[in-house]
């Protein structure tokens, strides 16, 4: 079925993969054409990290980066519950 898809829309497929569940390398067991979009070099002119890296590589370190930002704002949310809890005992308003 995928390998009747234009390019674009295997890209924008590609970046609703569920990244916990590794869609992402499941897809690319599955189909050598998918394979083959996700592996070709991207390059981005004023960006020298993404100098000849693949697709792949690109949306699995988006998707990293997201779920350490996710992971960063439940530890600051809980450090600040706990601060605030702190607070409020030194205050004898709890």
């Keep these: 079925m995928i390998v009747n898809l234009p390019v674009e829309i295997v890209v924008v497929i590609t970046s609703y993969l569920d990244f916990?569940?590794?869609d992402l390398f499941y897809c690319r067991l599955v189909n050598k054409e998918y394979k083959k979009v996700m592996d070709n070099p991207i390059?981005?002119?004023g960006?020298?990290?993404l100098e000849?890296?693949?697709f792949f590589v690109f949306t699995m370190d988006y998707h990293e980066f997201i779920e350490e930002k996710r992971q960063r704002e439940i530890e600051a949310h809980n450090e600040f519950i706990s601060a605030y809890r702190l607070?409020?005992?030194d205050f004898g308003w709890l």
Aim: glycine letters at 0%; charged letters at 40%; proline letters at 7%.
């Design 20 to 22: 916990k569940k590794e």
């Design 43 to 45: 390059s981005i002119k």
């Design 47 to 49: 960006y020298p990290d």
């Design 52 to 54: 000849k890296c693949s």
């Design 87 to 89: 607070m409020l005992m």
